[in-house]
């Protein structure tokens, strides 16, 4: 540059090798920084391998070296791959330091170089004549994050070939073409591939089931670059193809067979090994069991071989998006919320394999006792939990739904388990939910005594969860509900807290068709947002409800869920009763609200929501007032349903029209 020479200068790239320049900073540069440093490990730096130590600003102070600028030092490591020449770089960057004259460290450089770079994906294009059967494994391998790869192109020098439906189900983005080879010589055909690969970003080529010698050209342009698979173990019968490669393992009296994904070369199936798999030959075996043996292993075989060159060597849970670590840390992180639903019977301790329940601590004669179980989920409610990111009700809902289920039966509730599902562990978002299951189960007297988190990222999209809950319960044999149901006996209502956990599939719809968002302004309350409202968690009747079991004083229930009114209180009638609804309450306004945005007749509706009614019970004429004395109690505001009269036919008829 200095004297107009550079042009002058034989500069030669040496091939598969790869260079990374890491620059060392006086501390404070570009800004204000010091000078005269002495710069020590030098020939540390200088001896590791695959490195060269550049200068710049620097001087030497007899047979010191000090820092005489901002930018001091170039450390560029080199190796066969970008990876490799960075990590060589720091290598000895570790060697080096700028020592002020406090003996403090002044030295300042960089840790990000080529980090996007290095987690860039490798690019993969495809050439097939066939099925592609091999190429599934590798395109879920791509799919799971267990291969650091993306295909980018699938061409196919076939019209119809299948291959090429695999292409196009891979999305828009990927190039899928067949290429005629009309009129073209072979080298001129190659050409045509390699510039359709190269237009949509390949740099690395895989052959599945290609069925086309290549030519010389293709084969120097992609070298190195580029590998197939031969159903033999190379270099035992090379330069066969399919069920004859087969026949000759079988009447060479091979003991093994096996595939061979290998490098391409000008040398018909002469290139570098990459990967083997071995199948034993069985005695009378023939060229199709033994290709019916082989070809499963092809796909894998591609992975194996991929990894090499898109840096992925070891494949762990997590490369296939799960987190172990995760998973631990969200047990610690809930351990607290389940310590806090403590009851006689359990210590709702985690960790081990199975929850533990002590009936006789908990007071149940285990001879006199039956076990009730119940399970459900909290539905598509958890959409708007998920859209919104407000996760910390749901976890109630999902208790609510199976204890109220549970308490029909006239039992107690005694422990719960939960099921969370997601296809990758958020352990803020996780923790809300189990809170939220804490909370129902404090609401609800029973322990929270186990569960499991199942992370599956093939199942789920981001951000998505599914919940599903277990409650088991207990209940004297001489106590099991319904039981002396009959006519005359009168029905009280218990007020929901809105729609619970049934009809939001409708209730989205509605929103959308609206449009509405769950963060607009509620239509049916000011007060609120919609997702505020519509996130109410279900009412959990347990503990309004056990004082009136305990006293006898019940003789059926009905858990109010999806169906409503009209479906599940028939589920507590003896034949030949009939339920007359003669006082529902007025519709809660954000059912006036859905009756309106949705058109729904009133009898459509009781089957479709709860109706501000919530839980029914079935009480003796004689008893009514102590039942509600227990109930106001409880906190509760019972309504006069209706009553039981003989009958047949449909067992619940409206007397009284909702308002």
Same mark, same amino acid.
């Given at each position: 540059?200095?004297?107009?020479?550079?042009?002058?200068?034989?500069?030669?790239?040496?091939?598969?090798?790869?260079?990374?320049?890491?620059?060392?900073?006086?501390?404070?540069?570009?800004?204000?920084?010091?000078?005269?440093?002495?710069? @020590? *490990? !030098?020939?540390?730096?200088?001896?590791?391998?695959?490195?060269?130590? =550049?200068? +710049?600003?620097? $001087? #030497? &102070?007899?047979?010191?070296?000090?820092?005489?600028?901002?930018?001091?030092?170039?450390? @560029? *490591? !080199?190796?066969?791959?970008?990876?490799?020449?960075?990590?060589?770089? =720091?290598? +000895?960057?570790? $060697? #080096? &330091?700028?020592?002020?004259?406090?003996?403090?460290?002044?030295?300042?450089?960089?840790?990000?170089?080529?980090?996007?770079?290095?987690?860039?994906?490798?690019?993969?294009?495809?050439?097939?004549?066939?099925?592609?059967?091999?190429?599934?494994?590798?395109?879920?391998?791509?799919?799971?994050?267990?291969?650091?790869?993306?295909?980018?192109?699938?061409?196919?020098?076939?019209?119809?070939?299948?291959?090429?439906?695999?292409?196009?189900?891979?999305?828009?983005?990927?190039?899928?073409?067949?290429?005629?080879?009309?009129?073209?010589?072979?080298?001129?055909?190659?050409?045509?591939?390699?510039?359709?690969?190269?237009?949509?970003?390949?740099?690395?080529?895989?052959?599945?089931?290609?069925?086309?010698?290549?030519?010389?050209?293709?084969?120097?342009?992609?070298?190195?670059?580029?590998?197939?698979?031969?159903?033999?173990?190379?270099?035992?019968?090379?330069?066969?193809?399919?069920?004859?490669?087969?026949?000759?393992?079988?009447?060479?009296?091979?003991?093994?067979?096996?595939?061979?994904?290998?490098?391409?070369?000008?040398?018909?199936?002469?290139?570098?090994?990459?990967?083997?798999?071995?199948?034993?030959?069985?005695?009378?075996?023939?060229?199709?069991?033994?290709?019916?043996?082989?070809?499963?292993?092809?796909?894998?075989?591609?992975?194996?071989?991929?990894?090499?060159?898109?840096?992925?060597?070891?494949?762990?849970?997590?490369?296939?998006?799960?987190?172990?670590?995760?998973?631990?840390?969200?047990?610690?992180?809930?351990?607290?919320?389940?310590?806090?639903?403590?009851?006689?019977?359990?210590?709702?301790?985690?960790?081990?394999?199975?929850?533990?329940?002590?009936?006789?601590?908990?007071?149940?004669?285990?001879?006199?006792?039956?076990?009730?179980?119940?399970?459900?989920?909290?539905?598509?409610?958890?959409?708007?939990?998920?859209?919104?990111?407000?996760?910390?009700?749901?976890?109630?809902?999902?208790?609510?739904?199976?204890?109220?289920?549970?308490?029909?039966?006239?039992?107690?509730?005694?422990?719960?388990?939960?099921?969370?599902?997601?296809?990758?562990?958020?352990?803020?978002?996780?923790?809300?939910?189990?809170?939220?299951?804490?909370?129902?189960c404090r609401q609800s007297g029973c322990g929270l005594i186990g569960g499991e988190t199942a992370e599956m990222p093939s199942m789920y999209a981001p951000g998505d969860y599914?919940?599903?809950?277990?409650?088991?319960?207990?209940?004297?044999?001489?106590?099991?509900?319904?039981?002396?149901?009959?006519?005359?006996?009168?029905?009280?209502?218990?007020?929901?807290?809105?729609?619970?956990?049934?009809?939001?599939?409708?209730?989205?719809?509605?929103?959308?068709?609206?449009?509405?968002?769950?963060?607009?302004?509620?239509?049916?309350?000011?007060?609120?947002?919609?997702?505020?409202?519509?996130?109410?968690?279900?009412?959990?009747?347990?503990?309004?409800?056990?004082?009136?079991?305990?006293?006898?004083?019940?003789?059926?229930?009905?858990?109010?869920?999806?169906?409503?009114?009209?479906?599940?209180?028939?589920?507590?009638?003896?034949?030949?009763?009939?339920?007359?609804?003669?006082?529902?309450?007025?519709?809660?306004?954000?059912?006036?609200?859905?009756?309106?945005?949705?058109?729904?007749?009133?009898?459509?509706?009781?089957?479709?929501?709860?109706?501000?009614?919530?839980?029914?019970?079935?009480?003796?004429?004689?008893?009514?007032?102590?039942?509600?004395?227990?109930?106001?109690?409880?906190?509760?505001?019972?309504?006069?349903?209706?009553?039981?009269?003989?009958?047949?036919?449909?067992?619940?008829?409206?007397?009284?029209?909702?308002?």
């Open positions: 540059c200095c004297d107009g020479t550079l042009c002058d200068v034989d500069i030669r790239f040496k091939e598969n090798t790869s260079a990374a320049t890491v620059v060392c900073a006086a501390s404070g540069y570009p800004e204000k920084y010091p000078k005269g440093m002495e710069i @020590t *490990g !030098m020939d540390g730096a200088n001896a590791t391998d695959g490195v060269k130590v =550049y200068h +710049a600003g620097t $001087k #030497l &102070d007899g047979s010191v070296i000090r820092c005489s600028g901002g930018r001091v030092l170039a450390v @560029t *490591g !080199m190796g066969a791959s970008l990876k490799d020449a960075l990590s060589a770089s =720091y290598s +000895a960057i570790e $060697k #080096l &330091d700028f020592v002020g004259s406090n003996n403090e460290s002044l030295m300042h450089n960089r840790t990000d170089i080529g980090k996007k770079a290095t987690q860039k994906k490798l690019r993969i294009g495809v050439l097939g004549s066939t099925r592609g059967t091999a190429l599934l494994p590798v395109m879920e391998a791509c799919a799971s994050g267990a291969l650091h790869a993306e295909i980018v192109a699938v061409v196919s020098n076939k019209k119809d070939a299948l291959i090429l439906e695999k292409g196009r189900s891979l999305g828009v983005t990927v190039t899928t073409k067949f290429v005629s080879s009309k009129g073209l010589s072979r080298s001129q055909y190659d050409a045509e591939c390699t510039a359709v690969l190269a237009s949509a970003g390949a740099e690395f080529v895989i052959l599945v089931g290609y069925m086309r010698i290549l030519s010389k050209q293709f084969c120097e342009y992609w070298a190195g670059r580029c590998i197939n698979v031969h159903p033999s173990l190379l270099p035992k019968h090379a330069g066969g193809m399919d069920l004859a490669v087969h026949q000759a393992a079988i009447d060479a009296g091979d003991s093994e067979s096996g595939c061979t994904i290998h490098q391409v070369t000008e040398e018909v199936d002469g290139g570098p090994v990459e990967v083997q798999k071995i199948v034993k030959i069985e005695q009378g075996e023939t060229a199709e069991s033994l290709k019916a043996k082989v070809q499963p292993l092809e796909g894998p075989a591609f992975v194996e071989a991929l990894q090499k060159y898109s840096g992925k060597k070891v494949i762990s849970y997590a490369d296939a998006g799960v987190s172990i670590d995760a998973g631990n840390e969200l047990v610690e992180v809930i351990k607290p919320a389940c310590k806090s639903t403590i009851r006689p019977g359990c210590d709702a301790d985690l960790g081990g394999f199975g929850g533990l329940f002590d009936l006789a601590a908990a007071g149940y004669d285990s001879a006199n006792t039956v076990l009730i179980g119940a399970t459900d989920g909290v539905g598509t409610k958890l959409r708007i939990a998920q859209a919104t990111k407000k996760h910390d009700w749901v976890g109630i809902d999902l208790v609510a739904m199976c204890v109220n289920d549970l308490i029909v039966a006239g039992g107690e509730p005694l422990f719960f388990l939960d099921y969370y599902a997601t296809g990758s562990l958020e352990i803020n978002e996780a923790a809300a939910v189990v809170r939220g299951i804490a909370e129902g599914d919940l599903a809950g277990f409650s088991v319960g207990a209940v004297d044999r001489n106590r099991i509900l319904p039981a002396g149901v009959g006519a005359g006996d009168v029905l009280l209502g218990l007020s929901s807290s809105g729609i619970h956990s049934n009809g939001f599939s409708l209730v989205r719809k509605l929103i959308a068709k609206e449009n509405l968002e769950f963060t607009s302004p509620c239509p049916w309350d000011d007060a609120e947002t919609i997702a505020d409202s519509l996130l109410t968690p279900t009412k959990i009747y347990v503990k309004a409800c056990l004082p009136l079991l305990k006293a006898g004083l019940l003789n059926a229930m009905a858990h109010i869920t999806g169906g409503g009114l009209l479906e599940n209180l028939p589920r507590s009638l003896p034949k030949g009763v009939v339920a007359e609804i003669t006082g529902h309450p007025a519709l809660p306004s954000v059912f006036k609200w859905m009756q309106q945005a949705s058109g729904l007749g009133d009898d459509e509706l009781l089957r479709t929501f709860n109706c501000g009614i919530g839980m029914v019970l079935i009480v003796k004429a004689d008893k009514v007032a102590e039942a509600k004395n227990l109930l106001k109690d409880a906190g509760e505001e019972p309504c006069d349903l209706g009553q039981l009269v003989a009958g047949e036919g449909e067992q619940v008829v409206m007397k009284s029209s909702l308002k």
